[in-house]
């Protein structure tokens, strides 16, 4: 059998030899407020996303006591089958 050719591994770079980041080259104070307004901006969508889900079923649920009063959408919405009631 041939023996295989086995590649020798690569070397790891290390730290130092890395390029420097967005993240290693700005100021502590200016990632600090960065990561504030991501985090207010993060907040200020999730509770516009609430309000929008509790004004979208407050809608629906006036929808359905309006239609709940009409008699011709109840009898239109019912079941035809009145033998069952008798």
């Not at 790891?12 to 290693?24: G, N, S, V």
Request: hydrophobic letters at 30%; zero cysteines.
């Amino acid at each position: 059998m041939a023996k295989k050719n086995r590649t020798a591994p690569l070397p790891r770079k290390e730290a130092a030899e890395k390029p420097a980041t967005l993240k290693d080259m700005l100021d502590p104070q200016v990632l600090a407020k960065l990561k504030a307004t991501t985090e207010t901006l993060k907040a200020s969508e999730t509770e516009r996303l609430e309000k929008e889900r509790q004004e979208r079923e407050a809608q629906r649920k006036a929808e359905q006591k309006r239609r709940d009063n009409d008699f011709e959408y109840l009898l239109e919405h019912s079941e035809m089958d009145w033998k069952k009631y008798k």
